[in-house]
């Protein structure tokens, strides 16, 4: 039989090995959320260098170049009325809020100026911010395909609940290949991670 003196040694060795898991469990449990949170961080740039590394709805180079500003020698804005091309429009939200075009698409013209709008709805009870990334289909297109004005070209920050409607504003290259007659505009609005406001009312 243990006398006294074994059995308090024995509780208070269970009690050391016992803080010492807690402890360990705490520590990897905070390892995996501060991973959790860069992924999110991470998870628009990512997304960018995947696209670009394999190939998929390439974002267009011409992303690069000054918002809202379109250069007359990069492209030809003469329109062509022998020509008609079909500009698709897609949306894909990553969360729970709602993100379409309100046209699904327009016949124009190549060096046609044309305004789409975007809705956009936050249907969470908390502030979100985010921003939307285009790619286009095919990916010979993307070149050719200028934006004048467009809301991805920078972050919004939507209220609980709060609408908005977004322009795209758009002109088609001229130069753009006879082979391609069907362009497809895709955006995929992300939540931007680490930016978020306070929850709902801040």
């Excluded at 959790?36 to 740039?45: E, K």
């Excluded at 075009?101 to 249907?123: A, C, L, S, W």
């Excluded at 286009?136 to 920050?157: I, N």
Aim: with cysteine.
């Amino acid at each position: 039989m243990n006398s006294p003196l074994q059995a308090t040694s024995k509780h208070l060795l269970f009690s050391q090995r016992l803080r010492r898991a807690n402890f360990s469990m705490v520590g990897k449990l905070v390892v995996v959320v501060g991973l959790m949170f860069g992924f999110g961080y991470a998870m628009v740039p990512m997304y960018k260098h995947i696209c670009t590394a394999l190939g998929i709805n390439v974002l267009s180079l011409s992303e690069q170049d000054t918002p809202g500003v379109l250069a007359s020698s990069k492209i030809n804005t003469q329109v062509d009325t022998t020509r008609t091309i079909t500009v698709e429009f897609d949306a894909n939200a990553h969360g729970p809020w709602e993100f379409k075009p309100e046209r699904h698409y327009v016949d124009i013209h190549p060096g046609q100026i044309t305004t789409v709008m975007y809705e956009f709805k936050n249907v969470q009870n908390r502030t979100m911010v985010a921003q939307a990334i285009p790619s286009y289909a095919p990916k010979q297109a993307s070149p050719y395909f200028k934006k004048l004005e467009c809301f991805c070209f920078s972050e919004h920050t939507l209220k609980p609940g709060e609408s908005k409607r977004w322009p795209v504003t758009f002109v088609v290259d001229p130069k753009l290949p006879k082979d391609v007659q069907t362009i497809t505009l895709s955006y995929t609005f992300f939540e931007v991670g680490g930016r978020m406001p306070s929850p709902a009312g801040g």
